[in-house]
């Protein structure tokens, strides 16, 4: 599976930003997909998290409620809708593609985009 990640951008404390993870090579369906940021001197971190269905997601607790998840299994492509957007939410995101349940740990994803970088200004 190949993961491109895309939407990243500047914006202002307060504002919006929709990332996009398109897939090819395979039929993203299959898998758990999710988002991992990664700010400066910072270890990576979850954000969230979709099944298959896009039925369950799970959201890391400094983004529950600003930053839905979805996804368009006709489409091959997931979405991050980032709304009320804070300067810690600056970082590189990362898309990954996971075979297991709604794993929160980067060593349970297989496949990763290259990261779209997200600057949010005070």
């Known amino acids: 599976v190949q993961l491109q990640a895309s939407g990243g951008g500047l914006v202002q404390a307060g504002g919006s930003l929709r990332l996009s993870c398109a897939a090819s090579?395979?039929?993203?369906?299959?898998?758990?997909m999710g988002w991992f940021r990664q700010a400066p001197g910072k270890e990576r971190e979850f954000v969230v998290a979709i099944s298959p269905s896009g039925v369950s997601t799970y959201s890391a607790d400094s983004v529950k409620g600003r930053f839905p998840i979805s996804r368009d299994n006709a489409k091959n492509t997931m979405y991050l809708q980032m709304s009320s957007l804070k300067p810690e939410d600056t970082a590189v995101y990362y898309c990954?593609?996971?075979?297991?349940?709604?794993?929160?740990?980067?060593?349970?994803?297989?496949?990763w985009g290259q990261g779209t970088q997200v600057t949010v200004s005070s």
């Open positions: 990954a593609a996971s075979r297991r349940g709604l794993p929160i740990r980067s060593g349970d994803y297989d496949y």
């Open positions: 090579g395979s039929t993203l369906s299959y898998y758990t």
